[in-house]
């Protein structure tokens, strides 16, 4: 059974970067065809997907974030790690990291979840 953990701080002030960290476990992130995505939901929205590393280190971002986000990975600690940078309060959100199956047929697939970590950004 595959599960995923995020972590990181509840608290992160605007202008700064958020850092969040997805530890996985029951399966290496570095298995052919996994991808690994990050996906936000901000109060009275719906799921955002911000992007993901691919088993072979890949990554992919929403264009919409794509100048502000990163994602990277330890393969020793099987885990992959989002940045977002120049956060201000509209990046307020449950963050949830999650399996993808995606297929060119099928699209996004996402068929584990971690349980999220909520990331408010005040000053």
């Known amino acids: 059974q595959v599960q995923l953990q995020e972590s990181g701080p509840g608290l992160v002030k605007p202008s700064q970067t958020l850092s969040l960290t997805c530890t996985v476990s029951?399966?290496?992130?570095?298995?052919?065809?996994?991808?690994w995505s990050w996906i936000r939901q901000s109060p009275g929205k719906g799921l955002e997907w911000i992007g993901y590393?691919?088993?072979?280190?890949?990554?992919y971002y929403s264009p919409s974030l794509k100048s502000r986000t990163s994602i990277s990975r330890d393969t020793s600690k099987n885990q992959f790690i989002l940045q977002l940078s120049s956060v201000t309060p509209e990046d307020t959100a449950v963050y949830y990291c999650?399996?993808?199956?995606?297929?060119?047929?099928?699209?996004?697939?996402?068929?584990?979840w971690g349980q999220g970590t909520q990331v408010t950004v005040s000053s």
């Open positions: 999650a399996r993808d199956q995606r297929t060119v047929e099928t699209g996004a697939n996402f068929d584990y």
């Open positions: 590393i691919d088993y072979s280190g890949t990554t």
């Open positions: 029951g399966g290496s992130i570095t298995t052919n065809y996994y991808f």
